[in-house]
């Protein structure tokens, strides 16, 4: 640990068990104020989940969680034949750099709970996954993503992070 600022800070690296590197990157998160860097391996799927960009398969609540505190690299695959017992699968180690300047959400766990109504839904069209999802009303939506720059008809996936940050902090100041 080292003290910066007044506060206490470390660099978390590790091999985690595959089964709960999610929940990992969600602690992460949740205590990156303690961690300015990161270096995780990660079974490759997760990996491309982590660092994943709109538009693609595999963005989704994970990526934004991750990316709205890091800039998230994925650095090298490691071939399962260098571990032992060796895995069925091929891991990859992903670097976390905490990003000094925003934008951030005024609230992460609304954030959060947008991002996941957002994707409850995935081939939903935006508006009405977060209607059936937080149970609001579509012309409430409809005025927050308006304010956000999302297109009402948009899918999840093709909203970025910036708008995905507005427009729950367009829904925080409505309720």
Same mark, same amino acid.
């Given at each position: 640990?080292?003290?910066?600022?007044?506060?206490?800070?470390?660099?978390?690296?590790?091999?985690?068990?595959?089964?709960?590197?999610?929940?990992?990157?969600?602690?992460? *998160?949740?205590?990156?104020?303690?961690?300015?860097?990161? *270096?995780?391996?990660?079974?490759?799927?997760?990996?491309?989940?982590? =660092? =994943? =960009?709109?538009? $693609?398969?595999?963005?989704?609540?994970?990526?934004?969680?991750?990316?709205?505190?890091?800039?998230?690299?994925?650095?090298?695959?490691? $071939?399962?034949?260098?571990?032992?017992?060796?895995?069925?699968?091929?891991?990859?180690?992903?670097?976390?750099?905490?990003?000094?300047?925003?934008?951030?959400?005024?609230?992460?766990?609304?954030? +959060?709970?947008?991002?996941?109504?957002?994707?409850?839904?995935?081939?939903?069209?935006?508006?009405?996954?977060?209607?059936?999802?937080?149970?609001?009303?579509?012309?409430?939506?409809?005025?927050?993503?308006?304010?956000?720059?999302?297109d009402p008809?948009?899918?999840?996936?093709?909203?970025?992070?910036e708008q995905?940050?507005? +427009?729950?902090?367009?829904? $925080?100041?409505?309720?």
């Amino acid at each position: 640990l080292v003290k910066k600022m007044g506060r206490q800070e470390a660099v978390l690296t590790g091999n985690l068990p595959y089964n709960i590197s999610s929940q990992i990157v969600f602690k992460l *998160c949740d205590e990156h104020h303690v961690f300015p860097f990161a *270096c995780l391996l990660f079974q490759k799927e997760v990996a491309q989940r982590i =660092a =994943a =960009a709109p538009f $693609s398969k595999s963005y989704g609540v994970l990526s934004l969680a991750a990316q709205h505190f890091y800039d998230v690299k994925m650095e090298m695959d490691i $071939s399962p034949h260098l571990f032992k017992p060796q895995p069925k699968v091929v891991s990859t180690l992903v670097s976390f750099k905490r990003r000094e300047s925003g934008p951030f959400a005024k609230d992460y766990k609304a954030f +959060l709970r947008v991002v996941k109504a957002g994707f409850s839904q995935r081939r939903k069209k935006i508006i009405n996954a977060l209607s059936s999802y937080l149970k609001m009303d579509k012309s409430e939506l409809l005025k927050a993503l308006e304010e956000a720059g999302i297109d009402p008809n948009s899918r999840a996936e093709q909203v970025g992070l910036e708008q995905f940050i507005k +427009l729950s902090d367009s829904m $925080s100041e409505k309720g």
